[in-house]
């Protein structure tokens, strides 16, 4: 060593014309180092060599002859002070003065390094003629290693220094500035370097290498430097354009198209949290300036992954689902998502226009991608924490598809079901919107389409959904609209009754209306599960009689036939399928009692709720249906027949005492039928229980009385279900006559109601098949007291009445 030393104080003696002349004799005897030297020797020699001998080396000749040599010792130096730095900092205490000298002088030696490394690269730039990689391959790669290393050390130097992180911030901050310096010489060497596709495999290998090692260092300085961090994914996007034909089948497009996606949710993330301090601050200019940054990143992170998948899209085939991923992650970002962070108007479009703006752009180049395809329109999404994202996505791609062509409309409108299931894109807009329930039920407000320039208000989801829909049916290809129709048609049979409303409008799109009745007939019974979803008012008047009648008579044919077969006591307490029935015949006879004959009604839904005993559900829609004879008025060849059994109806609905909420409900609906109805001699018969009378008179005169018995039972009904159903009964209708018109009137009406009853039962004229029962023996005394009142009544009159 004591040798090396020797030339080493000889050599720094001359000058530049004496290093020239013996760089063969003595370059070769400085590249040798010993074991047993220290850093400050080879940092010394490294030094020597950089300053004296390398700006009279050709560049034929550098990696050969110098760097291939010094080089890599000096990255291996600089490992091993790395690591004794480690060591120092871990056995110290900060108050150690000695220790921290020695800090210092450690990260001291580490800049030396790195400044001999950035006289290299300057020397190379002083050539006249462009460097070949192959010349500068070991200072690149040598390089890369240094501030890969340096950056991290940076970056975790809270964490290392811990306590002594005051004693060499200064350093560590001129550390970070060196390695800056040497980084943005390394590109701008990199830079004016040129090949071209005749180069070799070692070469494009080189490069690639260099790329992925920047990548790897974007990935430490992302949370460092703003602008370097920027810069460096620019010059890695732009070398990886440059040279694309040689380096396209070598690079990790995988990984490169990963860390694009995590630095664009990184800086989205960052934003957010940046609006939210503005949002709450006092004083926003600081904050407000790293807002416009930090949304300036995201802008150019997702316009570059945009730019990368369009150049390299067939060999991202892989990355289609974390595509997916990031665009569903995006949206649910912002309003409308339930989970968006409410924020100040003005940041949240800034953040729009940074982000989701792109993502269109995005999903415009991953279109004719089979794999992104299969991913988005798969039949059991994994991500059912993104199902309004899900649904935009889809709508978005109904819009983008009108431009396609018709590859791509095929892939995305046939569907698959081969290894890997594929659903129609119809079928997958309808499976997600079914998903999206709480954004239904809310809801949720997206902005409308746009006409000349402005978004026509905020639509619900439901109208969002269906407008892009009807726009897309619109230029559909007729190639594809008996999937179209399939899919409508499905979707329409299942349960959800929003997504079936959309599917009825679009079936109508597809065909004229008349062309839809004579391929699906509403006078078919087996099609009602289609036309229940059709919204009929929307129907020309013509359609709209024409389906109403097909229903009213498939729905009359069917209460007949239930009077005729299976409809029997015994059966409906039996059977719970005829209870359901049953409840769904009475809904539409509730609906449809104008239009269906009477003695049907009676026969099947009147005489069933008389003679059994059902459960409380359907006792509910017996109430329903009673509430709805109000407005029906029964001719008088009708009223023997109907008035006694209609009476004895609401009658056992009245005297029910199986829950309260059910009897609060017939004192309601008795109360609606007591208005408005023309028949009241039903109602006295109603009464005719003096218990029941004096239930109805105290809901009619607004008593409130307790049924402790009931509130065990029905608490959950009463905090739940009751609101709804409980109103504050109307007050009667005005009459034009005076009160003691209207009591005669009453009166009357209801002894010729009795009187034509008795007729009936006495004559046989029921209506009925069955012989008329014998009259009781008390019957005839019953008459003539009957009479005697009769004749009072007339004499009553007569004397009484007005000259």
Not at 394 to 408: G, T, Y
Request: aromatic share 6%; charged share 20%.
């Amino acid at each position: 060593m004591s040798q090396t030393n020797t030339l080493l104080d000889e050599v720094v003696q001359w000058n530049q014309e004496t290093c020239r002349q013996q760089l063969k004799a003595v370059l070769p005897k400085l590249t040798i180092s010993s074991p047993s030297e220290g850093w400050d020797d080879h940092i010394r020699v490294l030094k020597i060599i950089t300053d004296l001998f390398l700006p009279h080396i050709a560049l034929l000749d550098l990696e050969n002859e110098c760097f291939s040599k010094i080089l890599p010792k000096a990255v291996t130096m600089f490992d091993s002070i790395m690591k004794e730095l480690s060591i120092q900092v871990g056995s110290s205490s900060s108050q150690n003065t000695e220790v921290c000298s020695s800090l210092r002088n450690i990260l001291m030696s580490l800049m030396q390094i790195i400044d001999a490394m950035s006289a290299c690269v300057r020397h190379v730039c002083t050539y006249d003629e462009v460097p070949d990689v192959m010349s500068i391959r070991t200072l690149l790669s040598c390089i890369l290693k240094v501030l890969r290393d340096t950056f991290q050390h940076c970056k975790e130097s809270e964490a290392v220094y811990c306590g002594h992180l005051s004693v060499v911030a200064d350093l560590l901050q001129s550390l970070f500035k060196e390695a800056c310096a040497l980084h943005k010489a390394l590109l701008e060497l990199l830079d004016g370097l040129s090949l071209d596709s005749s180069s070799s495999e070692e070469v494009a290998s080189d490069i690639v290498v260099v790329i992925h090692n920047l990548l790897d260092i974007c990935s430490v300085i992302s949370n460092l430097d703003m602008a370097l961090h920027a810069n460096t994914w620019k010059f890695l996007i732009r070398q990886s354009l440059k040279y694309q034909l040689l380096v396209e089948e070598h690079l990790h497009h995988g990984d490169i198209s990963a860390s694009l996606c995590d630095n664009l949710l990184a800086s989205l993330h960052n934003a957010a949290d940046l609006a939210e301090q503005i949002k709450h601050a006092a004083t926003q200019c600081a904050e407000h300036k790293l807002f416009l940054k930090t949304a300036k990143l995201c802008r150019f992170f997702a316009n570059t992954l945009v730019h990368y998948v369009k150049e390299f899209n067939a060999f991202l085939t892989r990355s289609c689902g974390r595509f997916h991923q990031l665009y569903l992650q995006i949206i649910s970002k912002f309003p409308p998502s339930l989970c968006a962070p409410v924020l100040p108007p003005s940041l949240s479009e800034e953040l729009n226009a940074a982000a989701v703006v792109p993502m269109d752009a995005l999903l415009l180049q991953l279109l004719p991608l089979r794999p992104f395809a299969e991913v988005v329109l798969q039949e059991d999404p994994r991500d059912l924490q993104h199902e309004l994202p899900q649904c935009l996505l889809l709508v978005n791609v109904l819009d983008l598809l009108a431009s396609q062509p018709e590859e791509v409309l095929q892939l995305w409108h046939s569907g698959s079901q081969t290894h890997v299931c594929r659903l129609p894109l119809y079928q997958a807009v309808f499976c997600s919107f079914q998903r999206c329930y709480a954004e239904r039920k809310l809801p949720v407000l997206l902005p409308g389409v746009m006409t000349k320039g402005q978004a026509q208000g905020r639509v619900s989801l439901h109208c969002h959904v269906c407008v892009h829909l009807c726009a897309s049916v619109a230029v559909l290809s007729p190639l594809y609209l008996p999937v179209l129709e399939r899919c409508l048609v499905e979707a329409t049979l299942q349960a959800d009754t929003h997504t079936a409303l959309i599917c009825g409008v679009l079936l109508l799109r597809c065909h004229t209306v008349m062309e839809f009745l004579a391929r699906f007939p509403s006078s078919e019974a087996e099609n009602l599960p289609i036309w229940r979803h059709v919204l009929l008012r929307a129907l020309s008047t013509d359609a709209r009689q024409r389906v109403e009648a097909d229903v009213v008579a498939l729905a009359q044919k069917a209460l007949t036939e239930c009077d005729n077969t299976c409809f029997r006591n015994v059966q409906v307490q039996t059977h719970h399928v005829l209870r359901i029935t049953l409840q769904l015949l009475l809904s539409i006879t509730a609906v449809l009692v104008k239009n269906v004959d009477v003695p049907v009604i009676i026969h099947v839904c009147v005489d069933l709720n008389l003679k059994i005993d059902i459960e409380n559900r359907v006792e509910i829609v017996f109430l329903v249906f009673s509430r709805s004879y109000r407005h029906v008025y029964f001719s008088a060849r009708l009223q023997s027949e109907i008035f006694p059994k209609l009476s004895s109806l609401f009658g056992a609905l009245l005297a029910q005492s199986s829950s309260w909420l059910l009897h609060q409900h017939a004192l309601e609906a008795f109360a609606h039928f007591a208005e408005v109805t023309n028949h009241e001699e039903v109602i006295s018969y109603s009464l005719c229980v003096e218990e029941t009378k004096s239930k109805v008179v105290n809901f009619l005169s607004k008593v409130r009385k307790v049924y402790s018995q009931y509130f065990g039972q029905y608490v959950f009904y009463l905090k739940v279900f009751l609101p709804p159903f409980i109103t504050q009964p109307q007050a009667k209708r005005a009459r034009q006559e005076s009160a003691a018109d209207e009591e005669y009137s009453r009166g009357m009406r209801a002894a010729e109601t009795a009187l034509r009853t008795l007729h009936a039962l006495a004559t046989g004229k029921t209506g009925t098949q069955e012989p008329p029962p014998p009259p009781p023996s008390w019957l005839a005394s019953r008459i003539q007291v009957l009479h005697v009142l009769l004749n009072d009544l007339s004499s009553a009159t007569s004397t009484n009445s007005p000259t």
